[in-house]
């Protein structure tokens, strides 16, 4: 599994795109802020379980008090883990092969 997760909203629903490298994270929260059909939301280190909020987004989160971060917190960082894990148990569902039909 990837390191880095950059967190989006599309369609109103999260999504995320793994990434290995912290530069490469950054990249891709760039070109996601350049979609116009995608809301950045920011990017999940899944070592540290750290998260760093867009740059709109960081300054919010920077003037906020220390219980609103903490709520924030709260609230991104187990969709950022919910969404890895699903592409994890995908990823273990997919080598599994179609059973065989015997007559």
């Known amino acids: 599994m990837k ?3 950059i967190l989006y909203l599309l369609n109103e629903q ?3 795109i793994g990434s290995a490298t912290y ?3 950054q990249a891709i929260l760039q070109k996601v ?3 116009p059909k995608r809301v950045p939301v920011g ?3 899944g070592k540290t379980e750290l998260f760093e909020w867009e740059p709109g987004r960081q300054h919010e989160y920077n003037t906020a008090g ?3 971060q903490g709520k924030l ?3 991104v960082i187990p969709i950022a883990q919910a969404l890895r894990y ?3 148990t995908w990823q273990r569902a997919s080598n599994f092969r179609r059973p065989g039909f015997f007559a």
């Open 23 to 25: 530069p490469e994270a």
């Open 3 to 5: 390191r880095y997760s």
């Open 66 to 68: 220390i219980d609103e």
């Open 14 to 16: 999260y999504q995320h």
């Open 73 to 75: 917190a709260e609230q």
């Open 33 to 35: 802020v350049a979609d």
């Open 86 to 88: 699903r592409d994890v």
């Open 43 to 45: 990017i999940y280190d």
